[in-house]
Each structure stands twice: as structure tokens, then as C-alpha cells.
Nanobody
Framework: QVQLVESGGGLVQPGESLRLSCAASGFAFSDYAMRWSRQAPGKEREFVAHIGIDTIGTIYTDSVKGRFTISRDNAKNTLYLQMNNLKPEDTAVYSC???????WGRGTQVIVSS
């Protein structure tokens, strides 16, 4: 079955960086666009970034443009989210998902605090 397992979250100070990973299995990873979303405490799930199957087409929510980079390694069935210059408002549980499906991972916690 489809499995998506995120890793790489943690506690960082404002301005620092993190790289999230999402290990995918149970489906043809290279045939699907992928996405990252996040959910902060008490808030709705928010779209963060999307990447097409060609690894070139990317879309970001405005609040992370210029700071976050989504990428994928189809040979490793892995999705990434490089997060630079993190801000306290980036604090959330980050989840990866298969685009246009209801498949999501359980998420990894990111806390940005001084």
C-alpha cells in the first residue's frame, strides 16, 4: 500500500535551516506529482509546495517563496523540502502527499523558536 514517511523535523532558532525528507513506497513515485503541506496548532492544513513529475515544475505558497525549495529524487523515491531562513510562523507539522489524492504521511514536527 502507499506509504509516505517524513523525517528531518526538529527545533531550530529563527534564521536557521532544516531539510525535510519524505520516503515514498507502494506506488510508482516517478509517475506522480507530489506536494508538501503544513498544519499549525489550531489552524487548517495549508499548502506549502508542489512539484511535478518532471522535477522542474514547482509551485510555492507566497509565504515561503525564496526560502523553501521542493525537490525530488525519483531514483530514491524521495521527496525533499529545503527550508532556509526559518521563521516562528513556520512552526507546524509538515506532511508530504501525493498530488490529487488523499494520500498523506503522518508528518514531522518543525518548531522555530528562540
Amino acid at each position: 500500500q502507499v506509504q509516505l514517511v517524513e523525517s528531518g523535523g526538529g527545533l531550530v532558532q529563527p534564521g536557521e535551516s532544516l531539510r525535510l525528507s519524505c520516503a515514498a513506497s507502494g506506488f510508482a513515485f516517478s509517475d506522480y506529482a507530489m506536494r508538501w503541506s503544513r498544519q499549525a496548532p489550531g489552524k487548517e492544513r495549508e499548502f506549502v509546495a508542489h512539484i511535478g513529475i518532471d522535477t522542474i515544475g514547482t509551485i510555492y505558497t507566497d509565504s515561503v517563496k525564496g526560502r523553501f525549495t521542493i525537490s525530488r529524487d525519483n531514483a530514491k523515491n524521495t521527496l525533499y523540502l529545503q527550508m532556509n531562513n526559518l521563521k516562528p510562523e513556520d512552526t507546524a507539522v509538515y506532511s508530504c502527499g501525493v498530488a490529487r489524492t488523499d494520500y498523506w504521511g503522518r508528518g514531522t514536527q518543525v518548531i522555530v523558536s528562540s
